[in-house]
């Protein structure tokens, strides 16, 4: 049985915080803010994590929804970074099966187009060679090439041939993987709780508005504010450390810090009925506006698109809620519409829309957005906070193993207590919450669950929660009507909110929906409305929500939802 964490044991969190000392805080509960967390764990450190607003509320859980190698640095010649992030998604796809899952990509050659034959030949069978390098974590599959006689028939919905670029001569065929952001954050989150052992703390809603200093001027800990309290409170520990991402120039504002490294770029992606466009696996391709790449990801019943990349300001705009335009879905639709010209996508095929922040680093000379390399940086305020900053989501486990090798160079931390602690790659160990498919039928027959939920809801729950998933059917069958979709032709019902509030620390109803789900973009935006009052019915009973919190946080949660398709109406 998963462990216990709730955040109705909130305010013992908070005092656990207060009153310990960690050997590091953690300011930042995205996705390298937790791998921070867990590469601690593993190594017997202690922790304190503190987030803002949610955990992975940020770009962790905004991204495209894909651990990859990142197929187009090739063409920057960043080898050493698509080998780290192949390494990294293999480990990753074998560890987490459930959540980080294999996805072909078809990247087409046409006779005018930017992609030339050669040019993708190339790259697909480099990808293959730096993926599969002097690495225990093999590709998938090996890539292919296919002629466009076969593309014709493996995925008749794209352009054969299209005006400006000719007829397709080919095209290359690899493996990268999809996964749920937010929950891969969440996961690693719980995991190192779990190995902490008591020892370590994790807290959303957690802000830090300032750092106490010793008798000679170095940070040595933190002063937060909680969000839902308003009162403040201390956090004292050997070292702080900022992975805020896109909010790392505001973290360290008041800090002995005056260079502001952070370049913020803007993504945005639309998802419509995989039907609409008919893509049977995801597409690489290039835009006819700006010779960027972008995606057409096939996720079970949609079809995500997406991104965009463009500078984001945020002097004249919120970090914490960008928000997708008309000018952007017209942008990646004008594409999309010509590669897959019988789709004709139009406003009212979008379901849902969503727009995160990327924490590009600042580069001299560096050209549009999308030339700005994705490599991350670790430094030092003059104050001795550490932070690290920029960087992929696919490699954050080798960013938090770098950043605590940093640590213990600059004497921030002593020599790990066993030689294992050590050893570079140590943390590539599996996840406990990770289940491949037939493993799980394994286990809902050793434990006669079979039939207590259908096929659709049999499959969520196992990519969604792995071995948590065993818990919620246990839930189902102890009690049938739980079991009932919350919203028909959808798999969430009422023993998967339960689970979550029980296990997952979400106090808000965004947070469940946002981020312990995917049903924000998953569901049509017009059935958001039914599903949020269910779900908040649920949290309502369990927190003892008056009816007032409930309407608010229903509306704060719709006007997430619709600021992001306003420009539909």
């Known amino acids: 049985m998963a ?17 310990g000392y960690f050997d590091l805080i953690i300011i930042g509960g995205g ?21 803002k607003d949610d955990f992975a509320f940020g770009t962790s859980s905004r991204s495209s929804k894909l651990f990859h190698g990142g197929m187009r640095y090739l063409a920057s010649k960043e080898f050493g970074l698509v080998r780290e992030s192949t390494a ?20 087409p050659a046409y006779e005018k187009g930017k992609a030339r034959p050669f040019t993708v030949w190339l790259a697909v069978k480099l990808y293959d060679i730096l993926s599969d390098w002097f690495t225990g974590y093999k590709n998938y599959r090996k890539s292919k090439i296919f002629k466009a006689d076969f593309i014709e028939e493996f995925e008749p919905a794209v352009a054969i041939e299209e005006p400006e670029l000719g007829r397709m001569i080919m095209a290359g065929f690899y493996y990268d993987t999809n996964c749920d952001d937010a929950r891969v954050t ?11 052992g008591g020892k370590s703390v994790a807290l959303n809603y957690a802000r830090v508005e300032n750092y106490v200093r010793d008798s000679g001027g170095k940070v040595c800990g933190t002063v937060v504010k909680d969000v839902f309290s308003g009162s403040t409170f201390q956090v004292e520990g050997r070292c702080v450390v900022a992975a805020a991402g896109a909010w790392t120039d505001q973290v360290l504002a008041p800090a002995e810090y005056s260079e502001q490294r ?144 940093y640590l213990q160079r600059h004497r921030f931390l002593g020599r790990f207590s066993k030689p294992e602690y050590n050893r570079r790659g140590f943390s590539r160990q599996p ?10 039928d394994k286990l809902i027959a050793g434990k006669s669950l079979s039939g207590v939920a259908h096929p659709d809801q049999l499959t969520y729950f196992h990519t969604q929660f792995g071995s948590g998933g065993i818990e919620i059917l246990d839930r189902i069958r102890n009690n049938p009507p739980s079991g009932r979709p919350l919203l028909e032709s959808y798999p969430h019902c009422a023993a998967e909110i339960e689970y979550i509030l029980e296990h997952e620390y979400a106090p808000k109803l ?60």
């Not at 990294?88 to 990247?107: A, D, I, M, Q, S």
């Not at 929500?545 to 509306?555: F, H, L, Q, Y």
């Open 3 to 19: 462990q216990k964490w709730s955040s109705e044991q909130r305010s013992g969190d908070i005092g656990k915080a207060k009153t």
């Open 262 to 405: 952070i370049y913020p770029t803007k993504g945005v992606h639309i998802v419509v009925p995989n039907e609409r466009i008919g893509n049977r696996n995801a597409f690489s391709l290039i835009s006819f506006d700006d010779g960027r790449f972008f995606f057409v990801l096939n996720r079970y019943r949609v079809s995500v698109i997406g991104t965009t990349d463009t500078a984001y300001y945020p002097e004249s705009t919120d970090l914490d809620r960008p928000v997708c335009t008309g000018e952007d879905c017209d942008y990646l639709l004008r594409t999309v519409n010509r590669m897959f010209p019988h789709a004709m996508l139009g406003y009212d095929d979008i379901i849902a829309a969503y727009a995160g922040i990327r924490p590009l680093i600042k580069e001299e000379g560096a050209g549009r957005e999308s030339d700005v390399s994705r490599k991350h940086q670790i430094f030092q305020t003059g104050d001795g906070i550490v932070a690290i900053a920029g960087g992929k989501s696919t490699t954050y486990r080798l960013m938090a193993e770098d950043l605590l090798f």
């Open 186 to 196: 969440l996961e690693t989150i719980k995991e190192s709780l779990e190995l902490a």
């Open 510 to 569: 965004a947070d469940v929906l946002c981020r312990r789900t995917e049903a924000q973009w998953m569901i049509w935006h017009h059935r958001q409305p039914a599903l949020a009052g269910a779900v908040a019915d649920i949290m309502a009973a369990r927190y003892g929500w008056s009816e007032e919190v409930k309407a608010a946080e229903i509306r704060e949660y719709l006007g997430y939802v619709n600021s992001n398709v306003q420009f539909l109406k």
């Open 431 to 440: 996840f406990k919450v990770g289940l491949e498919r037939n493993e799980f």
């Open 88 to 107: 990294e998604r293999n480990w990753l796809r074998k560890h987490l099966p459930n959540l980080v899952r294999p996805l072909g990509f078809v990247y």
């Open 31 to 51: 996705i390298t803010g937790a791998g921070i967390a867990r590469e601690c764990a593993l190594r017997g450190i202690s922790f304190c994590l503190l987030e």
